[in-house]
């Protein structure tokens, strides 16, 4: 028997799932989803493609697998809401519900850690080290969304090129040769806000923000960036699926 070749890799095939469930096409009336070998034939994949997609879905919430059932459509996933869990940059996690993330502005300087506007929490860094400061405004559907600053420690990831700071820097520092992205501590505060962001949220100085706090690891454990990400709190809200078993 040859072996089937998959129309989409896992990627592909995680965003045409979660478009047809959002769109309700796939699932029936009960929220339930064809069985394996409808979905294998349906999306033309193999069986590991489509076991890691599911996987996927199920991680982000957006699925469920009742023991002896099948898989289910989760019916009140939060319209709208980031992710806690997406494993994707935001760009990518808004675009699955239909949504458009521009950045419109970009800045990038060498500092020192001296005159950094914060530090992580939990790193001790010599005050010698050098940082690239990144800071970006993005919109989501073309309204003030967030203002991300980010220092990265230049000892490691080296020179920015502009062209990265449009996307994903995650999957810039991916691409350096023996690095790679391991982990993120976040904390999650609200935080009075003033300057840039407040201008960019159109807001007095001295409004609330919901403010997303990474310290960014490489798989070896190093730290590389840390950030703070301020996000219009009238417009953004944080989804988490906690299984119980």
């Known amino acids: 028997m040859s072996q089937r070749e998959s129309k989409y890799d ?26 394996e070998p409808e979905l294998m034939d ?3 994949v193999t069986r590991y493609t489509l076991r890691q997609a599911l996987k996927s879905l199920a991680n982000l919430g957006y ?4 023991h002896g059932s099948g898989t289910f459509a989760r019916p009140h996933h939060v319209e709208g809401a980031i992710s806690l869990q997406n494993n994707v940059g935001l760009t990518e996690e808004m675009a699955r519900q239909g949504k458009v993330v521009k950045t419109t502005h970009i800045s990038q300087e060498v500092v020192p850690l001296a005159e950094a506007a914060f530090v992580p929490e939990n790193q001790k860094l010599d005050k010698s080290t050098e940082l690239i400061s990144v800071i970006r405004q993005r919109t989501l559907d073309d309204e003030p969304f967030l203002v991300e600053h980010s220092y990265y420690l230049k000892s490691i990831i080296g020179e920015i090129p502009d062209e990265a700071l449009k996307g994903s820097l995650f999957a810039f520092v991916n691409k350096k040769p023996g690095l790679k992205v391991g982990f993120i501590d976040s904390v999650i505060e609200c935080e009075m806000v003033s300057g840039l962001p407040a201008k960019f949220f159109h807001v007095p100085d001295g409004s609330p923000s919901l403010v997303v706090r990474d310290d960014s690891y490489l798989s070896s454990g190093k730290l590389f960036a840390f950030s703070k990400i301020f996000y219009d709190f009238r417009k953004t809200k944080f989804f988490m699926l906690k299984k119980m078993h």
């Open 10 to 35: 896992t990627k592909g095939l995680v965003n045409q799932l979660l478009k047809d469930i959002q769109q309700g096409v796939i699932q029936d009336a009960e929220g339930q989803l064809p069985t």
């Open 42 to 44: 349906q999306y033309h």
């Open 63 to 66: 699925i469920y697998q009742a």
